[in-house]
C-alpha cells in the first residue's frame, strides 16, 4: 500500500538553528500538507499546497517557516529559525483532494 | 470556524467490552468526518470517514461510526476492544483538499 515518507525520524537541533523535514507523498497525490503536535496537545494544522503554491495556512505558520516542493516528489517543511516552542511532532500528508488524508510516521523535532 | 470536541480524555474498558468515544463538531456546512488513531510513537492512521451517503460507517479494525447531523455528533463504537486497541483515537473534521480540525483526542487504555 502507498505511504507517506518522512525523514528524518528525530531531529535534534540548536536553537536559532535552521532545520529542513523532509516528506515524500503518495505519488498521485495533489494536496500536500504539516501538521504539528506539541507532546500531549491536539494536532494542528500548520500548512496546505496545492498546485506548487500554498493554498491555506493557520497562524502558526509565520515567516520562520516555509515549504517547497523542490522536485516533484519531496515536500519539505523548512524553519529558519528555530525555538524552543517549536519542538514537537511534524506530521506530513498528503490526498487527492476529494477523499481523505494520509499522514506520515511523523518527525520529531527537539530544540535545544 | 469549524472545531471538534471529544469531551473524553481518557477512557479505560476492559478488554472483550464494547467502547464508545465521542466526537462532536461545529463545521458550517456538510462535514467531512474522520476518525484516526495513534499507536505510541507512530503517525495518524485513518481509521474510518464519512463524506456523504449512510450515516453509519464501517472502517478498520472492526470499527464504527455514525453521523449524526442532529446532534453534531460522530461517535467511534467497537463491539468487542482487544488489547491492541489500546492507542490514541482523534476526530478530525474538514473538507477535502483543506485543512482537518482535530479533537484533542482520547487514549484508550484496555484492561485485561
Known amino acids: 500500500e502507498p505511504e507517506v515518507t518522512q525523514t528524518p525520524s528525530h531531529q535534534v537541533t540548536q536553537m536559532g538553528q535552521e532545520v529542513i523535514l523532509h516528506c515524500v507523498p503518495i505519488?498521485?497525490?495533489?494536496?500536500f500538507y504539516w501538521y504539528r503536535q506539541i507532546l500531549g496537545q491536539k494536532v494542528e494544522f500548520l500548512v496546505s499546497?496545492?498546485?506548487?503554491?500554498?493554498?491555506?495556512k493557520s497562524e502558526i505558520f509565520d515567516d520562520q517557516f516555509s515549504v517547497e516542493r523542490p522536485d516533484g516528489s519531496n515536500f519539505t517543511l523548512k524553519i529558519r529559525s528555530t525555538k524552543l516552542e517549536d519542538s514537537a511532532m511534524y506530521f506530513c500528508?498528503?490526498?487527492?483532494?476529494?477523499?481523505?488524508?494520509?499522514f506520515g510516521q511523523g518527525t520529531r523535532l527537539t530544540v535545544v | 470556524a469549524q472545531s471538534v470536541t471529544q469531551p473524553d480524555i481518557h477512557i479505560t474498558v476492559s478488554e472483550g467490552a464494547s467502547l464508545e468515544l465521542r466526537c462532536n463538531y461545529s463545521?458550517?456546512?456538510?462535514?467531512?468526518l474522520f476518525w484516526y488513531v495513534q499507536s505510541p510513537g507512530q503517525g495518524l492512521q485513518l481509521l474510518l470517514k464519512?463524506?456523504?451517503?449512510?450515516?453509519l460507517v464501517q472502517g478498520i479494525k472492526g470499527f464504527e461510526a455514525e453521523f449524526k447531523r442532529s446532534q453534531s455528533s460522530f461517535n467511534l463504537r467497537k463491539p468487542s476492544v482487544h488489547w491492541s486497541d489500546a492507542a490514541e483515537y482523534f476526530c478530525?473534521?474538514?473538507?477535502?483538499?483543506?485543512?482537518?480540525?482535530f479533537g484533542g483526542g482520547t487514549r484508550l487504555m484496555v484492561k485485561p
Open positions: 464519512y463524506f456523504s451517503g449512510d450515516t
Open positions: 499546497f496545492y498546485n506548487n503554491e500554498i493554498s491555506e
Open positions: 463545521y458550517g456546512a456538510t462535514p467531512y
Open positions: 505519488s498521485n497525490h495533489l494536496y
Open positions: 478530525a473534521v474538514g473538507k477535502a483538499g483543506n485543512m482537518l480540525t
Open positions: 500528508a498528503s490526498s487527492q483532494g476529494v477523499a481523505e488524508a494520509f
